[in-house]
């Protein structure tokens, strides 16, 4: 069983920065692919970012080149640095961790952004 604990959210101003970590309980993290996922009131959850073992990073058309995943397998953590923030964004943000069959998600953490 894998536990996947993310770091608040917050409240931000639009144009403004945040940085999410998710950090996982188990030996194994690096073979994990990590995502970001999040969910606006009303709407399904959607993916945000995804990161496989490998390095390799997909993004949602909406947060290219605005948001980055990353990780650091010593700290089993994985990132999503949001910056230009609009307050489209504001949502539930979900850490999720995937190796084949198996599916983890984090409690989820709220970002607003608004002024």
């Known amino acids: 069983q894998v536990q996947l604990v993310e770091s608040e959210g917050g409240l931000v101003q639009p144009g403004g920065s945040l940085r999410l970590s998710c950090t996982a309980s188990?030996?194994?993290?690096?073979?994990?692919?990590m995502g970001w996922y999040r969910q606006a009131p009303g709407k399904q959850r959607e993916l945000v970012a995804v990161?496989?073992?490998?390095?390799?990073?997909n993004y949602a058309e909406s947060v290219k080149g605005r948001f980055t995943i990353s990780r650091d397998n010593a700290k089993n953590t994985v990132y999503l640095k949001m910056n230009s923030l609009k307050p489209e964004d504001t949502a539930v943000y979900y850490c999720?961790?995937?190796?084949?069959?198996?599916?983890?998600w984090g409690q989820g953490t709220q970002v607003t952004v608004s002024s």
């Open positions: 999720n961790g995937a190796l084949g069959p198996l599916y983890y």
């Open positions: 188990g030996s194994i993290f690096s073979a994990y692919i």
């Open positions: 990161i496989t073992s490998g390095g390799n990073t």
